[in-house]
């Protein structure tokens, strides 16, 4: 059974992780079935996509289980995200609860983010001793700006949907119990719009949104993996899983 359900209706298609007992956090398999969705050419009928998680969490990230066991095969989130950010149509991120790490970079990708002020954001990547990529920081250097970048990247703390909505990074910020309408208000509008119109605007979008691509970084992309492949990096996982805190050497 797919952890990734697919639901059309009208304009309106919704795609939900199924993984609320572990927190939605990303399996290869989810990650897969996503990258599925998202490079599907859209349906005729449709005009907007939401996207969801089930239960109190929206994500929590990718599976640190999975992830400590493969360190050296670079980041496994990049393809699935640049297939969301690149969809033809909006993509609308329904967030009712935390979402974390991948979580938090998953809900950025999308066009607009609405969220219920209960909900917190975070990338606690150096909590744990992983170092974000070129393409990931990216995409938090376009909707964050570099103040706001430092404080996810370098301090990773939790910060508030209010924090994130005052700073510009998220569409809406709303009471839990109104979440639902809220995003339904938002939805509801896009469907109205001409089709044709939204997906040349959107390819114009993230085709300017690209100008920081062809920066050499090559060198950049191998002190990431050095970094993400360190002793630190596997005792800070380990310590997540075991729930204590890291002890971080430095090397």
């Keep these: 059974m797919s952890l990734i359900k697919v639901e059309s209706a ?7 992780m199924q993984r609320a007992e572990k927190r939605n956090a990303l399996t290869q398999e989810m990650l ?14 449709e005009r907007v996509t939401v996207l969801r998680g089930e239960g109190k969490v929206f994500c929590s990230g990718l599976d640190l289980v999975q992830r400590g066991e ?17 969809y ?4 609308v991120a329904v967030v009712q609860g935390d979402a974390i790490a991948g979580g938090n970079e998953l809900a950025l990708h999308c066009d607009f983010v609405v969220a219920a002020e209960t909900a917190r954001f ?26 706001a970048t430092r404080e996810f990247l370098l301090i ?24 639902e309408a809220r995003a339904d208000q938002l939805i509801h509008r896009l469907s109205q719009n001409a089709p044709l119109s939204m997906r040349t605007m959107k390819q ?16 950049l992309d191998a002190l990431v993996l050095q970094t993400n492949q360190s002793e630190d990096t596997r005792e800070g996982i380990a310590a997540r899983l075991e729930k204590r805190p890291p002890a971080f050497k430095g090397r």
Excluded: C, N, Y
């Design 10 to 16: 009208g304009a309106v298609r919704t795609v939900t």
């Design 70 to 86: 493969r360190l050296d095969k670079g980041s496994p989130i990049e393809g699935m995200l640049r297939a969301v950010e690149t």
């Design 122 to 147: 975070a990338m606690p990547l150096a909590r744990i001793g992983l170092a974000l990529t070129w393409f990931l920081s990216k995409k938090l250097l376009e909707v964050a700006g570099p103040v």
């Design 32 to 45: 897969d079935d996503l990258q599925a969705a998202f490079s599907a050419e859209p349906a005729a009928a």
């Design 156 to 179: 990773g703390d939790l910060m508030p949907a209010a924090w994130m909505h005052e700073k510009g990074i998220i569409h809406a910020v709303t009471p839990a119990a109104e979440l």
């Design 204 to 219: 114009i979008l993230v085709r300017e949104m690209e100008f920081r691509d062809p920066i050499a970084h090559e060198d």
């Design 88 to 91: 033809p149509l909006p993509v």
